[in-house]
């Protein structure tokens, strides 16, 4: 069965250093999604992606963060300089489309620690 | 904005029993979605069930179903039978029909003792 792959799977990092994380959406699926989740709280939505651009995002995604499909397989999310309070599991989503077909499916997180 | 509510921060079941877990809403939209997603310790989140709100009918895969009452908000999930594999974390989790984020709750850990 298809799966949504996240790499790494865990990182460190000095606070104010740029980070990358990197995901591997189901091959067939045209819209992802980052979420992010900080310990011990609930999941929270980043930003959606679709045809090459941002199609919705959240207070929390701020001009620290960036996205992008930099080929036809990955989808990144960039943090420019990281915050202690960036801290989190980082989940990637992809779904095959909107409306009844739409089912988001998760990969396995990139756990952050910014120090 | 819309907010999902689980009230039930831990729950514990009994094997082969059945649990249901609680979960409310609140959305001035008419047409959305709603989901169980499951996080076993593993931490991938994996879908469990997915309800249409202009669907009167409830949602049932297996095991799992749902009791969604629109009018209250409400959309609890029923586990029958439970299982040890079915020990993790439960979200809820609301869609408006014309947007893209999934809006969780804080979830609901599920404990299940033999």
């Known amino acids: 069965e298809p799966e949504v792959t996240q790499t790494p799977s865990h990182q460190v990092t000095q606070m104010g250093q740029e980070v990358i994380l990197r995901c591997v959406p189901i091959s067939n699926h045209l819209y992802f999604y980052w979420y992010r989740q900080i310990l011990g709280q609930k999941v929270e939505f980043l930003v959606s992606?679709?045809?090459?651009?941002?199609?919705?995002k959240s207070e929390i995604f701020d001009d620290q963060f960036s996205v992008e499909r930099p080929d036809g397989s990955n989808f990144t999310l960039k943090i420019r300089s990281t915050k202690l309070e960036d801290s989190a599991m980082y989940f990637c989503a992809s779904s095959e489309g909107l409306g009844a077909a739409e089912t988001q499916y998760f990969g396995p997180g990139t756990r952050l620690l910014v120090l | 904005a819309q907010t999902v509510t689980q009230s039930q921060p831990e729950m514990s079941v009994q094997e082969a029993e059945t649990v249901t877990l609680s979960c409310t809403y609140d959305?001035?939209?008419?047409?959305?979605?709603l989901f169980w997603y499951k996080q076993p310790p593993s931490r991938q989140m994996i879908l469990v069930i997915r309800q249409e709100a202009y669907k009167q009918q409830n949602a049932t895969e297996n095991r799992f179903s749902v009791n969604f009452q629109k009018a209250a908000k409400s959309f609890s999930l029923k586990i029958s039978d439970s299982q040890l594999g079915d020990a993790a974390m439960y979200f809820c989790?609301?869609?408006?029909?014309?947007?893209?984020?999934?809006?969780f709750g804080k979830g609901t850990s599920l404990l299940v003792t033999p």
């Open positions: 992606f679709y045809n090459n651009e941002i199609s919705e």
């Open positions: 959305t001035s939209e008419s047409d959305y979605y």
């Open positions: 989790a609301y869609r408006r029909n014309s947007g893209y984020a999934l809006n």
